[in-house]
């Protein structure tokens, strides 16, 4: 995905394209995490503001029960009106999604290039849909090598009840998983907000425990299109938090207990799991009662989350991400990651992310750290083909055979004021905005504002040694 925005808070211009791994850095208030809850709202919520108008083909299936739509001509021929429309409907509903005032994004623009392809053309899909009874609602069907999606649904009441809306949201949904698989990821966004929504886990459960009645009793009374969290929102009126946070909170509330099933990525390369565990000093726990504990390695201790450190809180949800929900092809967002963590903490864990991205997953990162960025130019140099690299990893003995990181597969953008060439300017102009660093095979990522930083430190200590000896 190719992102172009103007206008985006303190951003004036900003053009990304999603790598591998993708790292922002800048200054405090510089527009990162803009960027980074403008992408995860993207991501999350693309899917869902698409409007393809279905009507006439569910028409079409009540009458007659078995319909197909061709997907070449309903949707990839007509695929760059589409995401226009989407991008419009997306900038209204992106301010209320940052719980934030429609005037602050007044001037806002986006542009996004999200590639449909051909490779879902090539792929067999099937899908189905029951009802709370067990009955057939409606069958997907698409063969190898075919752009036509049958739909099948029998004649029953069922399936011309009210529940059409739900059975409309159950075809858009597997339909655009289809078509949009390989281009709009899984994404897991762990914002820094996070340390405070584990603190306070218990207090906010209590909270939406006094909505459990009013929302059972919505659903018992029939209202297939009236959803909690639509009801909640309507009750409370704007929400208080942007979406990441509260996405944030609601996945604390309903955190896996210890005898749930292991995720797909776990399942198949546990080592990961440990090599968190290094970084976090332990493992989690969560029993039956929704209570979590934390045991500490090497000990029997089971500390409850107001007991243990802020590092072991910070890093609760990325656990559980990884042991329970990591697929390969996710995205797992970051904003500062070195939230609390000792240096030697932070090298380990840009290596954890190098891992990650080297099993499939894509990560997008903000970060102030310089040690998280001088670890991945570490890697990358350490990818290069040389008899030598063999005894530098034996010398250092922390770092893997599997410890590399590919060049290519990164991109770094820095937030600050730079001279950009901007459309409709004859000269380059003196904006504030995101500009994507250089990267070497032999000495990594050119990350300018830490150098900047170090270099002035390194100065005025000189000065000062010199000045008193």
Known sequence: MKLTFENLGPLEFGEIELADLTVICGENNTGKTYVTYLIYCLL????????????????ELKLHGVIKID?????????????????????????????????????LSIKVDIPLGTSWKQREFKSELRSTNGNLLVTMTKLVDSSDLELAAPQSKEVISPSITSLG????????GLLLEETIPTVFIASTERTGATTFKKQLNLAISNLVDLLGQAHKEGADSITPQKLFETIY???????PVRHNVQFINQLPNSNAEDGELYRSFPDLLKRFEAIVGGTYATNKEGITHFQPKGSSLKL??????????????VWYWLKHFAKKGDMLMLDEPELNLHPANQRRLARFITALVNHGIKIFITTHSDYIVKEFNTLIMLNQ????????????ADYLPEDKLDPKCVSLYMAHYARIERPGYRRKIKAKALIKAEI???????????????????????AIYYGLN
């Not at 999350?44 to 028409?59: A, G, R, V």
């Not at 949707?75 to 005037?103: G, H, R, Y």
């Not at 009126?237 to 979406?243: D, H, I, K, S």
């Not at 083909?385 to 250092?396: A, G, N, V």
């Open 44 to 59: 999350t919520s693309w899917k869902h503001l698409i409007d393809i108008n279905l009507k006439t083909e569910f028409n």
């Open 71 to 107: 997907l070449q001509k309903k949707i990839a021929d007509s695929w760059s009106n589409i995401c226009e429309d989407t991008v419009a409907k997306f900038i209204k509903q992106f301010p209320e999604m940052l719980a934030s005032k429609s005037e602050l994004f007044a001037r």
């Open 169 to 176: 949201n159950f075809i858009e949904e597997n339909l655009f």
């Open 237 to 243: 009126g704007r929400p208080e938090y942007a979406l």
């Open 304 to 317: 409850g989350l107001g007991e243990v450190s802020s590092s072991v809180r910070s890093l609760l949800i």
């Open 385 to 396: 083909e040389s008899p030598k690299l063999q005894s530098i990893r034996e010398k250092f």
């Open 440 to 462: 070497s095979s032999t000495l990594g990522i050119e990350a300018k504002s830490f150098d900047e930083t170090i270099d002035d430190m390194n100065n005025i200590q000189e």
